[in-house]
């Protein structure tokens, strides 16, 4: 008999453990692949995490366990061979430990829909197979003229079967024995059909940083290169150099979509030797970019956040590009964040590891500078020209206004016509979609809110829509209050559709477009304007933080920040970071190519040093100044965070469970921690049910996190469920 653990397909906490089972068949059963099991009445996916082979019969084990077990056979196996290697499986391990995530949910998290150990993957695409027509033997004895021709078809080579021009000749040929049908595999996939070419020799400064991480005897490597300086150029030669040595690679972006260049740099250089793992990849192609992978046919591999799973045999160079971006860290369960999990994946497959940025994480500068990771530095641009510095506008200051705006200052409107009359683009940047940010009742105060989360609604004139931008939740823009029926409605905020309407009315002449994720919802209208504003049939771009990442278009010569204030205003520890960040985008965008380009900052909080720093592209003041900051704080990088969260149908439930187990941990004493909460969640859930939170600080939390599970889990027969979010960025 085999003794089966199985993990249930349901990433809930109270099942979050193997369950056993005994097979029984004809064929061997491995480890790591799935199997369907009846589970209390249900058939479910399973994933099998263990398999021993005893002497003993059922009875014996069944008295051993002390209950009785269900027996599975062959008909169970949903797979052939394992669908993990053991290097995964071990890092699979890792993430569910770090994370506190239940192994099962970090599997689906690292497996495409085809075969993610759930039972919905059973519906989704298989090996695609295609009917050939081989040929057996080419005597054309006592065939028909047709039948004759169809041999002679088949005398190049086999066809498809779909492709043959008479069915009645290839039945008899068939009969015959002359010809055979037989399957194979194609492979869903766009075939490159670009040209390949050559790379740029690299610059003495980029030559040097290659150098220098080819050198490095550390794993990971922090490359701190200033917007502009070609770090790109740089990933491809080292991808090069990799890749004539037998390595893989694997070049993990923020966002694919919004990266296109990256992408068509690869597969100009590399060709079919990449595989790119897009979202919107359909499943099967997904499925059979993962096989080719796996056998090593795409040994460079370029995706966002979850690539950094590829099953590359042989991974020699990881690459993160924008290492600082908040997309690498999945919202929800299990909660990894890519940077992360590839410093483990680097460690151990004996892989470097890149991080390159022009602002560098103060986690990964910080561990850089205390020679944690190695380091080196790119202070030039290809172009040769300077890093603009931004001019900041003071929207205190009545000469900032403008009459007929109230967005747009004074200096930004002069600077924007002098740019259209010499012919150069600009940039202009809203971090905020939509037309009016909040709609509420003039006469009685009635706010319209969503009725899920209680977020405030954005209106959105292009559909005439009121939208949630928390949980998507939709409604038609109201005709009158509900409460007293009047029709006097206060609009607050501005969002991009409303600077988009603007700016065609400051500047009738120019050619203006915008982009924001309603745009982007439709890939083809995104990738339409990004093309249009980099061939120059648009003069201004007005958009979201999206029109600020990573793209490079030589005409840019103004790029604006309309509102810098806006992230100020959201809380948590690392707003000022954020800002920072998305100044210097900013103004990275600006004076690629020949034009001195030039930016500009509209803020109510010059002195703000994000701002201030920012505009100066002053990343290393910037860098010390925050640290303090964190430091004085208790944040990270001087502290570890845990946010813990319950979620139930009664608020009060929750609250008092957070008061519990903050009780709990703090008689543990650990040295160093901190407890905030009941942190009350902004939002409500989806579903319904309430959430109330814990934030922990602390410096060692291999003791606390073990602690903390055993008294979350404790509440899950109370019918409250928890959520841990190991290093929130939100809070
Ligand atoms: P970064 O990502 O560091 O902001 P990019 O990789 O976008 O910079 O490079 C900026 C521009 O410089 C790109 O258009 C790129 O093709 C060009 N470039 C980079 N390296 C070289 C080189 N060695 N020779 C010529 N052009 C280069
Ligand atoms: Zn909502």
Redesign the pocket.
Known sequence: MVIVSVLIERGTRALDNAFTYLYEGKIELLPYVRVRVPFHGKNLIGFVEKIEKVDENREDIEKRFGFSLIVLNEKNIVDESPILDEKLITLARKISSYYMASFITVLQAMLPPSLSPRSSSLKKPKIAYERIVEPLSLEEEGLTPKQIELMRLLQHGPIAAKRVPSVSALKGCIDKKRCRISLIEVERKKKFEGELEP?????PF?QKAYEDILASDKNVILLQ???????????LHLSEYFLERGGNVLMLVPEINLTP?MVE?FEHRFGDKVAVLHSELSDGERYDAYRRIRRGDAPIVIGARSAVFAPLPNISLIIL?EEHVDSYKQENAPHYHAREVAIWRAEKEKAKLVL?S?TPSLESKARALKGVYGYTE?KE???GKPLPSATIIDMKLPSSRLKDSKKISRPLAIKIKEKLEKKEQCLLLLNRRGYWVGVECATCGHLWICPNCGASLTFHKEDSLLKCHHCGHVELYPSFCPDCHQKNFRRVGYGTERLDEEIKRLFPEAKVARLDSDVASSKKRMEEVLKDFREHKLDILVGTQMIAK?H?F?DVGLSALVDADIGLMIPGYRSAERVFNLVCQMI?RAG??KIEGEALVQTFNPRFSAIRLGAMQDYETFFREEMRVRKEGGNPPYRYLILLSYLSKHLEKAEEAIIFTKEELEKEQIPFTRYLGPIESFYKEVDGRYRKSLLISGKDMSYLKKRLKEIADSFIKLGITYDIDVDPLDC
Not at 199 to 203: A, F, G, H, K, R
Not at 225 to 235: I, Q
């Open positions: 790379s740029y020799p690299l610059l980029q290169g200033v917007t502009g300086s070609g770090k790109t150029e740089v990933y260049r740099y590009d390159g022009a790119m641009r290809v172009s990573g490079d030589p990275g690629r190519a």
